[in-house]
């Protein structure tokens, strides 16, 4: 291998969403105790999609700016408000099917049923983390059954906790997401053939969001 060949790249894509902030997910992820995570499991890159939340929030994790790129224990970091074309891009990033990125990472999402079945779709790991500021909404009730029926990994954050401290609770996610990526590329796969259980993720969306799968 010559020196200048770059290694491979592992991505963690987080999305929040486009219609409400979830600046306590953008904080968690860039604590120093998830990125130094992050950094343990081989990560190479974090892509922040941080909808209306602060772009400051990304920038605060180290020098640099959140749109040109920051680097913080290891880690190379971007951010974007949003992407009016969707985010096929970035789950493919995460499955090792776009340009340098070629090893399986995972994305981090709110609990938005577009997000969560786009990533189903492309078979790339996944943590669901329920947005608790938003009132009357299914996103825990909806976390926990996919994590149950082994879809996802439910991510978990404490309200009126510091930062690092939420970080922390999300590194359990990701170490969780390690064992669930494992998980899908047994054989037979988790919830296919004699492991599948009817139609449970179409029953489970349809219950939860009123949303009938095709």
């Known amino acids: 291998m010559s020196s200048d060949t770059k290694p491979p790249r592992k991505l963690a894509f987080v999305t929040v969403g486009a219609t409400a902030a979830f600046d306590s997910l953008v904080q968690a992820v860039t604590s120093a105790t998830f990125l130094k995570t992050l950094a343990s499991l081989e990560y190479t890159d974090l892509l922040i999609q941080y909808g209306r939340?602060?772009?400051?929030?990304?920038?605060?994790?180290?020098?640099?700016?959140?749109?040109g790129g920051i680097r913080a224990h290891g880690i190379d970091i971007t951010g974007y408000a949003f992407n009016?074309?969707?985010?096929?891009?970035?789950?493919?990033?995460?499955?090792?099917?776009?340009?340098g990125f070629n090893r399986i990472g995972v994305v981090i999402s709110h609990a938005g049923s577009g997000t969560i079945l786009?990533?189903?779709?492309?078979?790339?790991?996944?943590?669901v983390v329920p947005n608790s500021t938003l009132?009357?909404?299914?996103?825990v009730e909806l976390a926990e059954e996919l994590s149950r029926q082994g879809y996802v990994v439910h991510g978990r954050l404490t309200s009126s906790v510091s930062?690092?401290?939420?970080?922390?609770e999300l590194a359990v996610?990701?170490?969780?997401?390690?064992?669930?990526?494992?998980?899908?590329l047994q054989w037979p796969?988790?919830?296919s053939g004699e492991?599948?259980?009817?139609?449970a993720l179409e029953r489970v969306m349809d219950q939860e969001v009123g949303l009938r799968l095709e």
């Open 53 to 67: 939340g602060d772009a400051k929030l990304v920038a605060s994790a180290g020098p640099g700016d959140a749109h």
């Open 84 to 99: 009016k074309t969707g985010l096929h891009l970035e789950m493919q990033m995460t499955v090792g099917c776009a340009k």
């Open 118 to 127: 786009d990533a189903l779709r492309v078979q790339t790991p996944l943590i």
């Open 135 to 139: 009132l009357d909404n299914h996103q």
């Open 163 to 168: 930062p690092d401290e939420a970080g922390k």
């Open 173 to 184: 996610a990701l170490e969780e997401s390690e064992q669930l990526r494992r998980k899908h």
């Open 189 to 191: 796969p988790v919830n």
């Open 195 to 199: 492991n599948a259980d009817g139609k």
